[in-house]
């Protein structure tokens, strides 16, 4: 087929490397002048770790991030709120982190078709007619035979799913992101997070090389409301520091240097439900089919299961409307669940609820100890809260970066 990919970002490049080998004459384009990774760093969850290992990228991927083996999150007295080492879900199980920039590069060797991205051409809107994208330019590109639109959270194309979208709206709480070079961490393998209240959470994830500089990296994260996310200025980066040395006054040293508010990245959150993503040819995927809070650190595996369950879809059938409803059936009942708990929990970690806070502070711990419920606790960390995939995506059930992994579970 002749398919059209909006969006080189982690959706779009897997997309784009899966589905060229399969033989299908595949044209992205990128709205960037140079595509390059968006945001600070991310933590790999097995699942994800499952994709790269069908394309061959795990053993790269692990040897440019950071093997994360807990995470740990306290208050600022020391009492524990969450402690959920990933080896209790089983034996060897670990999640990843990486900067983005290493993400990109690594999916962008793998794509033979890099060179040929077609940069700089920002797509406004597409034809079902005629099966063809406009860009903001006014060129028209096509036809195509299918449209993935993976052109992220605040994605243009996704209404092209009409009354299928049912929600788009902006999350109140955002966040302020920025990488550090810290050589000598102490805690190189677990996510560490303070939380005061549901006002004030910071969180630091070790998270491997960065690609073009020299030395271990940390990804370092601050909320904040939303409307101060977006006026955020020099005075805000003053109060930050203020605050961060209240909570965390380790942290102090490391933040010092901030200066400036275009020091730090700023990212606002959405969350958009899709009752059907997919319209006709068109089809969304990654954050911009099912985009939400970052609280369970799904993102960047959701873009790669997509990319797999799709690809996957379309060796299967070779009629196109079949292949994405069975795409849809795939990919329904995990997407759904971590949209309703990322819901759920986004409050209890980013709101104005003070008792909430307090509920958290009281409950987390105990309830993580009790049999009964650690086990799903785990699974919703690990991105296994439902069975994703068939054991196609890790290829071997015991795989162990597979989510049907047996082995000591």
């Known amino acids: 087929m002749r398919i059209a990919i909006a969006g080189y970002g982690t959706a779009g490049q897997a997309s784009a490397i899966l589905l060229s080998a399969q033989g299908h004459d595949v044209t992205v384009f990128e709205q960037s002048p140079e595509p390059g990774p968006v945001g600070a760093g991310f933590l790999l969850q097995p699942t994800g770790l499952a994709v790269l290992e069908r394309m061959g990228l795990a053993g790269r991927a692990l040897a440019l991030g950071q093997r994360i083996e807990e995470l740990h999150g306290t208050t600022p007295r020391g009492r524990a709120v969450m402690a959920m080492r990933y080896r209790d879900r089983r034996e060897g199980c670990f999640g990843l982190g990486m900067t983005r920039g290493a993400l990109f590069e690594l999916l962008r060797d793998a794509h033979a078709g890099a060179s040929e991205v077609r940069t700089g051409t920002r797509i406004a809107g597409y034809d079902a007619a005629t099966r063809r994208l406009a860009d903001t330019d006014g060129r028209v590109h096509g036809p195509y035979d299918l449209v993935i639109a993976a052109d992220g959270a605040h994605s243009v194309l996704r209404g092209g799913c009409g009354q299928h979208v049912r929600r788009q709206s902006l999350y109140p709480w955002g966040a302020l992101w920025s990488l550090l070079r810290i050589d000598d961490w102490p805690e190189p393998d677990r996510l560490l997070q303070r939380y005061a209240g549901t006002r004030s959470m910071i969180g630091m994830l070790p998270v491997g090389t960065r690609p073009g500089h020299a030395g271990r990296w940390l990804t370092f994260y601050f909320s904040l409301p939303g409307e101060a996310v977006e006026h955020f200025d020099d005075a805000g980066v003053v109060a930050m520091k203020a605050r961060v040395a209240e909570i965390w006054p380790e942290l102090s040293p490391h ?142 059930a015991n795989d162990p970066y597979s989510p049907g992994y047996t082995g000591s579970d």
């Open 255 to 396: 933040v010092a240097h901030f200066a400036h508010a275009g020091q730090l990245q700023r990212a606002r959150y959405r969350d958009v439900v899709l009752a059907r993503p997919h319209h006709g040819p068109l089809v969304v995927i990654g954050d911009a089919a099912h985009a939400m809070s970052p609280q369970l650190g799904q993102g960047v595996n959701m873009a790669l299961l997509d990319a797999a369950a799709l690809a996957d879809a379309l060796a299967s059938h070779s009629d196109l409307a079949v292949a994405l409803e069975a795409y849809r059936r795939e990919r329904h009942a995990h997407v759904r669940a971590y949209q309703r708990m990322s819901r759920w929990l986004t409050p209890l970690f980013q709101s104005d609820r003070t008792a909430l806070g307090w509920c958290r502070d009281a409950l987390f711990g105990p309830v993580g100890r009790v049999p009964g419920a650690r086990g799903p606790m785990l699974r919703i960390l690990t991105g296994e809260l439902r069975h994703p995939v068939q054991d196609g995506i890790g290829q071997i």
